[in-house]
């Protein structure tokens, strides 16, 4: 009995534990950079808000002030002339008009960056409510193609597609090594970089092509492993000649054998 109340106990723990938990928990949203992100606010009430005042800030981070990113006021916004908004915004931040009715002031950021990475709050000032958000823009993954194998090796191309800023590539090994690689080939489209790099294996390995973001101390990667076959040709030959070999001194002890009885028989 005792026991069952204890377990009683330890599940409300549990159970308030993960109420208060997800109550002050702070939302997460990773996307991709350059593609577009909604980042939800919604009063539970869901009353019109049409009429009412909301204004979504990026929080200061430590060498970046405070970001106006969404302002709305009585259907005055900064994309209908309201001034105020930060500059990096311009142009990339947008409401939903039909869902203010429903008190959703939700917003969509297009093209992300780096950069748009940090803490949001959506404010409802007279309302007295405030809402938090934690957004993380990842740089892309870099893609690795197998472009050649030869005797001498395999030829592998690591690919980096919508940077920026400008990152570094490089191939390591699994020690986290730098392997020696050809020139990197760079090409820009817009302020995005567009970056590929060759290198060639010559032993089976793990290899890994890392791309760091130098300013913000980003980094990701993609992995393969390269195993190589040593060149069948040669085992062949080999294998080849020690069987010949082998065969040619059965033969011989054979040819020996039977001469021998032959010749014990003639006598
Ligand atoms: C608010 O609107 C956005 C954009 O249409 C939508 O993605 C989101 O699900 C809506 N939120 C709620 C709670 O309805």
């Known amino acids: 009995m005792e026991l069952l109340l204890d377990l009683l106990c330890l599940c409300l723990l549990c159970l308030t534990g993960k109420i208060l938990c997800d109550e002050n928990e702070q939302k997460y949203i990773i996307v991709k950079e350059g593609t577009d992100v909604v980042l939800p606010c919604s009063l539970s009430t869901k009353e019109d808000i049409e009429s ?10 430590k060498d970046d002030g405070l970001k106006e990113v969404f302002m709305y006021e ?6 209908n002339g309201r001034p105020g908004q930060s500059e990096e915004f311009k142009g990339r931040v947008s409401h939903f008009e039909d869902e203010l009715k429903h008190g959703n002031a939700s917003i969509i950021i297009r093209n992300t960056k780096e ?3 940090g803490d949001y709050t959506c404010h409802f000032p007279r309302l007295h409510q405030m809402f938090h958000l934690k957004l993380v823009v990842v740089a892309p993954e870099p893609d690795i193609n197998i ?3 030869t005797d001498d090796g395999v030829l592998l191309q690591c690919e980096v597609r919508g940077a920026a800023p400008k990152p ?15 020139d990197p080939q760079v090409s820009e489209r817009g302020d995005r970089y567009h970056i590929t790099l060759q290198t060639t294996v010559t032993k089976t390995s793990c290899c890994r092509c890392v791309v760091t973001q130098e300013e913000t101390n980003r980094r990701t990667h993609a992995e393969i492993y390269v195993a190589i076959i040593v060149k069948m040709s ?15 001194v059965l033969g011989v002890a054979v040819a020996a054998f039977l001469l021998r009885r032959m010749y014990i028989k003639n006598k």
């Open 168 to 182: 570094r590539v490089e191939w390591q090994d699994r020690d986290g090594n730098k392997l020696p690689a050809e």
């Open 234 to 248: 040669i085992w062949t030959k080999i294998l080849g000649a020690v069987l010949g070999i082998l065969a040619f």
């Open 115 to 117: 950069a748009d990475s």
């Open 147 to 149: 472009i050649d194998a």
């Open 74 to 79: 009585k259907g005055f916004h900064y994309n």
């Open 52 to 61: 009412k005042v909301f204004d979504w800030r990026k929080v200061a981070q």
